[in-house]
């Protein structure tokens, strides 16, 4: 609660607030609406989507965009991929994360340890890119491997793979280096929970012949469940956007589609199908935006 | 505690230092070879592993050629004085290994050119060896720099935007016609609109008033947020927690349509207004709870004593919130640094690093030389801010949700 004596009128909070709502009205609050409006029109944006109808094909008429954005192969791929990311890459990143928070509290050169799973957290994710497109990168025709995976492939005696371009690994290789990014912010915010819990409680288990794996998961993992939860939906909205890796190491091709990349190679040819994505990916993130709203309350109620 | 209790110590945690210093390793190497292929040569980089450089140095090609060439032209390439292997100008002739072949073929003093070892007779096995012949060959002749030599002309390559197949410096200093068209070779290359010399200079143009701006305007509304009453604060508040999460993706065309329409396309004002909009939302919220959580007895007595809001905003609030306005310009600086999106459809005549290393990707894996130094370029500034100030940075990390 704010104290009594320093109750105001009006202009005031008008003045402090001000400048910022109307920034954010004018470039968060109005585009939002607006992507709706345009995600029903046309490929230009001047009309309504149901133009693009022709009458020998399944038609959504003003919801024609929603039908590209829900039932196309590309699309259903780029949903597929998406689902992949989030059951496989959100749940590798948080375990890697939350292994090496465990393992490096325990040693003295944590600091540096952690250093160095942080370290790729501050580079882009074209820098990202660049670097595992080098790791993943395929020889073909002659000459030595000079990828390092394809190099130590090749010297165990296999062929090398085309790591980014075989339908049947690249999404893998992709979310690779999606944990390669991540674990570390993760690691980060489960670290800070693992060295919260209060050490009399660690001590008394311990006293009482738990052993460390026991002691993992009967006391400590309960105790940071909570923070393991943000962490995730933390994750789960970076997963839905996921954008940058994509586009730089495959463009989408060879069966790596995702929302966020398609809605990009649409936006200048096609705005309305473009929009429809988008509006798509917002819809996904509206249970965690819920969700996100109400720790809030909850955690403004405990203040 | 005895040496004995020490040693079995050790050993009982070896498991433990095992399992995290190979996760340490596998993190490292990936950018380590982004790093150590950055200061190799073009032609280093595309016959050999970057990973070479730390293995004896064996020149490449040399077994090949002992095994082949030596016993007639000599170790050094000399001993037949009208083939003189180590003369750069034998080198030049065979540009690629088939052409060399094609020249093995041909018969030599009415014999074949090549008796003791015979050459495999399927062309691409026999190719695979003359390939690292021809490398020993320019070595040999001095002419190309053998593979172990390092480099910093990528980094002037990748600077001034370079996509000729040799060097910068080199292409000049032969005035090579390709290149003079392109560059004058002079200073003012470095601001070349291809290079990452101009695309560092927008970055930083970009980045600070974008992380600036949004701070200062946070900060007024975080303090309103904290420590003013009025109607809708709560209300307000939560609308602007779930403003957080909405995607850039959201946002795009709508502000790309009006900055048409009001002329700021591919304008830095433009983007400094895009990116104080869009980082508002995390960065007020972040603000508030730091302001928001300090006593409120200092707030209670300076008002007291007849300070008026501004002047305890500026004098209380603000020097008191500089550890959360330190976090907060790390973040925002660094994702501005590091984003991609946003600068490709907002900044598009003005190229900034990561759109410009985008540029420079050939999809054949052609230049990694120069792409790997252009990557390392526009690391340097986001590593040295993130060493500097690591504390901030996982500070900033720890109280608040993560933006989008």
């Known amino acids: ?303 | 505690m005895n040496p004995l209790n020490r040693l079995n110590k050790l050993f009982s945690k070896l498991p433990l230092h095992l399992a995290i210093i190979i996760m340490c390793i596998l993190w490292l190497v990936p950018t380590l070879g982004l790093f150590v292929t950055s200061f190799r040569t073009r032609q280093a980089v595309r016959e050999t592993g970057w990973w070479t450089v730390f293995s004896k140095q064996t020149v490449a090609g040399q077994a090949e050629y002992n095994t082949y060439c030596a016993s007639c032209h000599g170790t050094d390439g000399k001993k037949i004085a009208n083939a003189n292997l180590a003369d750069p100008t034998i080198a030049n002739q065979f540009t690629r290994s088939i052409n060399l072949l094609l020249d093995l073929q041909k018969p030599i003093n009415n014999g074949p050119h090549l008796v003791d070892p015979q050459l495999p007779t399927n062309a691409t096995k026999a190719q695979a060896i003359l390939s690292p012949i021809l490398t020993y060959m320019r070595a040999l002749s001095g002419h190309v720099e053998t593979s172990g030599k390092l480099t910093l002309s990528n980094y002037l390559d990748a600077l001034v935007g370079y996509k000729g197949t040799a060097n910068y410096l080199s292409d000049c200093q032969q005035k090579i016609p390709g290149t003079l068209a392109v560059f004058n070779c002079i200073s003012a290359d470095l601001l070349n609109q291809a290079g990452m010399g101009r695309a560092f200079l927008n970055t930083i143009a970009v980045a600070i008033p974008s992380t600036i701006i949004p701070i200062l305007f946070a900060a007024l509304a975080a303090y309103a947020f904290a420590w003013l009453d009025f109607k809708g604060r709560q209300w307000l508040f939560a609308l602007l927690v779930g403003l957080q999460i909405i995607p850039l993706q959201m946002v795009l065309v709508p502000i790309a349509r009006l900055y048409v329409s009001v002329g700021l396309q591919s304008s830095f004002l433009g983007i400094w207004l895009f990116h104080t909009g869009f980082g508002l939302p995390y960065a007020i919220y972040l603000m508030r709870n730091f302001i928001g959580g300090l006593p409120r007895e200092i707030f209670e007595s300076v008002y007291l004593d007849g300070a008026s809001h501004w002047t305890a905003f500026r004098t209380l609030a603000l020097p008191l919130a500089m550890p959360a306005i330190a976090s907060l310009g790390i973040f925002q600086f660094l994702w501005i640094w590091n984003d991609f999106l946003v600068a490709k459809i907002f900044l598009s005549t003005k190229p900034v690093l990561t759109v410009q290393i985008t540029n420079l990707i050939d999809p054949l894996g052609g230049n990694w030389n120069i792409l790997t130094g252009a990557a390392f370029l526009s690391f340097i500034i986001p590593m040295v801010v993130f060493f500097a100030f690591q504390k901030y940075f996982a500070r900033g990390l720890l109280s608040g949700s993560v933006k989008g």
Do not use: H
């Not at chain 1, 954010?24 to 009309?47: A, H």
């Not at chain 1, 780029?78 to 590798?92: C, E, I």
């Open chain 1, 1 to 303: 609660m704010v104290p009594k004596i320093m109750k105001q009128g009006w202009l005031a909070p008008l003045l402090y607030l001000g400048p910022a709502l109307l920034i954010m009205l004018v470039f968060v609050i109005y585009p939002t609406v607006n992507t709706v409006i345009l995600s029903f029109m046309d490929r230009t944006g001047t009309q309504s989507a149901a133009v693009d109808c022709s009458s020998d094909a399944p038609c959504w008429g003003v919801f024609e965009n929603y039908r590209y954005a829900l039932t196309t192969p590309i699309m259903l791929t780029a949903l597929r991929n998406n689902a992949l990311w989030l059951l496989l890459m959100v749940p590798g990143t948080v375990a890697v994360g939350l292994l090496f928070a465990l393992l490096a509290d325990r040693v003295r050169y944590e600091s540096l340890a952690k250093s160095i799973v942080f370290m790729p957290m501050a580079i882009s994710f074209i820098g990202a890119g660049v670097i595992w497109r080098f790791m993943y990168y395929i020889q073909t025709g002659g000459g030595a491997q000079i990828g390092l995976l394809n190099a130590i492939l090749v010297k165990l005696g296999s062929q090398p793979v085309a790591f980014l371009s075989d339908s049947r690994f690249n999404n893998f290789s992709l979310m690779v280096v999606g944990v390669w990014l991540w674990a570390g912010f993760c690691m980060t915010i489960l670290s800070a929970a693992l060295k919260g819990l209060p050490t009399e409680v660690l001590e008394a288990a311990r006293v009482d012949g738990a052993n460390e794996w026991n002691l993992f998961w009967s006391v400590m993992f309960p105790m940071v469940l909570p923070t393991v939860v943000v962490v995730t939906t933390t994750m789960v909205i970076n997963v839905l956007k996921i954008f940058d890796i994509v586009f730089v190491m495959t463009g989408g091709n060879y069966g790596t589609e995702v929302i966020a990349n398609r809605m990009f190679q649409l936006i200048v040819t096609d705005t309305g199908k473009s929009m429809a994505i988008a509006v798509l990916l917002i819809i996904l993130t509206i249970p965690v935006m819920i969700f996100n709203v109400r720790r809030f309350r909850a955690e403004e109620a405990m203040r």
